[in-house]
């Protein structure tokens, strides 16, 4: 089946940057590289949010309006993966961040991984 592993996380200092990696296996139909990738967050006491998607051709990107100018997502398709660069970092960041890999009907998520904004 489809997994998703999340790596990178950790804790920083504000202003500090991070990148995070998403390594995907077990597109056992469909390839990776038809699957649109995005980035979810999800702080204490607050809903999951969309951080960045990127279409399967890596054509476009989006960003919630926090993150613009400060996160970058890519993926590499040979490499099955995907990844969000996170510059300038401030604590109201810290949160679980989840990859995501979406196509019709179909999305799988990974375990999350915890980022941690303080000093």
């Known amino acids: 089946q489809v997994q998703l592993v999340e790596s990178g996380g950790g804790l920083v200092q504000p202003g500090g940057s991070l990148r995070l990696s998403c390594a995907a296996s077990g597109f056992t139909f469909s390839k990776f590289s038809k699957y649109a990738m995005s980035w979810y967050r999800q702080a204490p006491g607050k809903e999951r949010e969309l951080v960045a998607i990127?279409?399967?051709?890596?054509?476009?990107?989006n960003y919630a309006d926090s993150v613009k100018g400060r996160f970058t997502i890519s993926r590499d398709n040979a490499k099955n993966t995907v990844n969000l660069q996170m510059n300038s970092l401030k604590p109201e960041d810290t949160a679980v961040y989840y990859c995501n890999a979406g196509r019709a009907f179909y999305d799988y998520w990974g375990q999350g991984t915890q980022v941690t904004v303080s000093s």
């Open positions: 990127i279409t399967s051709a890596g054509g476009s990107t």
